[in-house]
């Protein structure tokens, strides 16, 4: 089993910046799809961005182009660079691996195996 585990989560003003990064166990870290969840105060975990084993991005609607995802494989950790944060982005933030190696574009939760912890963003207005 993959553990994940999440830092960088915290309080920020609105319009303000953070960035998140999720640190990997896993020995073949660099062939897997990874993903950023967020889940709301009283709402459903959704999907927020992902990065596929060879370095594909891809990104829900909502973010208007304010997130950026990355990863380094050498150090096995991936990374959201959250911009122009807003506070209806606060929310948990989870880090997830996906369930298989060499997937591309996968949103859904089933599609991932393995899961951090959270990490807290909150942001002020």
């Known amino acids: 089993q993959v553990q994940l585990v999440e830092s960088g989560g915290g309080l920020v003003q609105a319009g303000g910046s953070l960035t998140l990064s999720c640190a990997s166990s896993?020995?073949?870290?660099?062939?897997?799809?990874m993903g950023w969840f967020r889940q709301a105060p009283g709402k459903e975990r959704e999907f927020v961005a992902g990065?596929?084993?060879?370095?594909?991005?891809y990104y829900a609607d909502f973010l208007d182009g304010r997130f950026y995802i990355s990863r380094d494989n050498a150090k096995k950790q991936v990374y959201l660079q959250m911009n122009s944060l807003k506070p209806g982005d606060t929310a948990v933030y989870y880090c997830?691996?996906?369930?298989?190696?060499?997937?591309?574009?996968?949103?859904?939760?089933?599609?991932?195996?393995?899961w951090g912890q959270g990490t807290h963003v909150t942001v002020s207005s």
């Open positions: 997830a691996a996906a369930r298989s190696q060499y997937q591309g574009g996968i949103r859904r939760e089933a599609d991932f195996g393995s």
């Open positions: 896993g020995p073949s870290f660099s062939y897997y799809a």
């Open positions: 990065i596929t084993w060879d370095m594909g991005t």
